[in-house]
């Protein structure tokens, strides 16, 4: 079983749409967790931390859920700019430059 | 502050040729890392380095060899290029690993290397 599973998409949505995407993870030890922002044949960006609570950056909003060991992320009011690939990434349960596991990624494009 | 650079951006190699690819960063970053990404793969771990003189293994090493002798400079040398290493890499730096968790990780623009 993967790490880290998303559904790849692709999402199309018109502008001004909302739009979520989940992501699981398989390890309930897991402590970290992000939402990074991939444009074509770009780098990985950091969009967001995902924190216990839930957090919110803007249109953008992350939620974990840890009895079910999935997170989310909304964007309301999407942009053309939105348009990407979101990558879930989770540590492995332990802390370290090794423990990062990154999921394949939900590619997104916005439509005027 | 450049961030984390990688040269060179494309690579073409013929199968068995050797090369370096280069990755440094000006954050004094502890961790650095080298990824490789492939379509449906997500991102996958090479190898990794705690600091400067401490490599390790990661996920999928075999064919690479890495060095860190200075904080700044993590090269990745690929020892016999096969046509399975054809892939986008990515060097990845980041602060230590605090109580509070991963820290973020700031990316290379990648190298796309082709091998035939």
């Known amino acids: 079983r993967k790490e880290v599973e998303q559904d790849p998409g692709p999402f199309n949505v018109p502008e001004g749409a909302t739009v979520a995407f989940n992501c699981t993870y398989s390890n309930s030890a897991s402590q970290s967790f992000f939402w990074y922002r991939q444009d074509c044949r770009k780098e990985p960006k950091l969009l967001m931390s995902?924190?216990?609570s839930g957090n919110e950056d803007g249109r953008f909003t992350a939620q974990l859920n840890r009895a079910s060991q999935y997170i989310s992320l909304l964007i309301r009011d999407s942009k053309l700019s939105d348009s990407a690939t979101y990558l879930c990434?989770?540590?492995?349960?332990?802390?370290?430059?090794?423990?990062?596991?990154f999921g394949t990624g939900t590619r997104l494009t916005v439509i005027p | 502050n450049a961030g984390v650079t990688q040269t060179p951006k494309f690579q073409v190699l013929k199968t068995g040729q050797s090369m370096t690819l280069q990755c440094a960063q000006d954050m004094n970053h502890e961790y650095m890392s080298w990824y490789r990404q492939d379509p449906g793969m997500g991102l996958r771990l090479i190898h990794y380095?705690?600091?400067?003189?401490?490599?390790d293994q990661g996920e999928v090493p075999n064919g690479y060899n890495v060095s860190r002798s200075t904080t700044e400079d993590f090269p990745l040398r690929l020892l016999s290029a096969a046509p399975s290493q054809t892939s986008v890499y990515f060097c990845?730096?980041?602060?230590?690993?605090?109580?509070?968790?991963?820290?973020?990780?700031?990316f290379g623009p990648g190298t796309r290397l082709t091998v035939l």
């Open positions: 995902v924190y216990s």
């Open positions: 990845a730096s980041s602060y230590r690993t605090s109580g509070r968790g991963d820290n973020e990780q700031f």
């Open positions: 990434v989770v540590n492995g349960g332990g802390t370290g430059a090794n423990n990062l596991f």
């Open positions: 380095s705690v600091g400067a003189g401490i490599t």
